[in-house]
């Protein structure tokens, strides 16, 4: 399979003050993980800041994307952007204090945040040409707690959802693959890939679609799709939600950290077969795709990583944090990508 122009890069924080203004010209975006004690990158460059303890190095990593097109960068609203031919980086955080009403965080103010945030990046989508939203990622704190009699997660998705209805965007089928993680405090943090094209929404046999979930797991569905798979450079661009131990819309393996490795890497497996279906170039294996591995208890990451690496190997660039995922009973989650370049620099 061909790869894209576009290429991961796992690097320590503390490499990018080192890093040539020539090698932030071809800088889509960066997420960095851990305590970041400052902000390392031009202006210029969209990028978030996320409270999620890197497990797998010594200090903070950061993912950065890069393009071999020429790009040209922008702002609209609170987003910050860059773009090139054909593919479209951008992020938004929104501080802590805009989370909180009355002197402490709610869910009501969690939702409207969340709604304010997607309904500027559909605007700034719609104005720039680029309707073909393919992967979003969404941090914010204590995902699990309750607030004003509600999950924060049940709040997330309701404002989620509430914007793309608002924004004429479909809430089932051709959604966007995304994740939802909880981070260790700050506020709400979101990036995105969008491209020219449309992607096609990738569902898994193994699971009911996440918009279909049943009201147990909160009063709106998820709005998004297991994986997004598009051409926007070229070759297969694949991008693979957060995936749990999840099959049918239940949790398995409760309690047990290595068996939910596992069983997500299962998940992601029919994920991939569903994607060589729909393309057959799509053909991409378990050890060609780039993860991150997010690990509700840090005393399980030994156990979960010699899990991962005995079913992937150590072929594949892979970072693991610390976070809590969206089912207080979930311990893992795994996402992942492929069809790109990857680099892992130390």
Known sequence: MSPSSLTLVHLPAASLSSRSASWWDGVLGVAAFGAVPAVPWPASVPAISVRMPVLSAAGPVCEAWRSDEPLAAGSHGAIRYRTGRSVMFGSLEIPDGALTVAGGPTAIALQQATEAAYRELFALLDAAGFPGL??????????????????????FNAGRQDAFVASGRATAGDVPAASALGTSGGGFALCFVAARERPRAIENPRQVSAYAYPPQYGPRSPTFARASLARPTGGPLLFVSGTASIVGHRTLHAGDAVAQTVESLRNIDAVLGEARAADPQAALRLDELAYKIYVRNAADYAAVRA???????????????????????????????GGHRVEVAR
């Open 134 to 155: 393919l992967r979003v990622w969404n941090c914010f704190p204590a995902i699990n707690q309750e607030h004003a009699g509600s999950e924060r997660y049940w709040q």
């Open 307 to 337: 899990a991962f690496r005995e079913r992937v190997g150590d072929r594949a660039a892979a970072l693991f944090v610390q976070a809590d995922v969206c089912r207080s009973d979930l311990l893992v989650e795994i996402e992942a990508s």
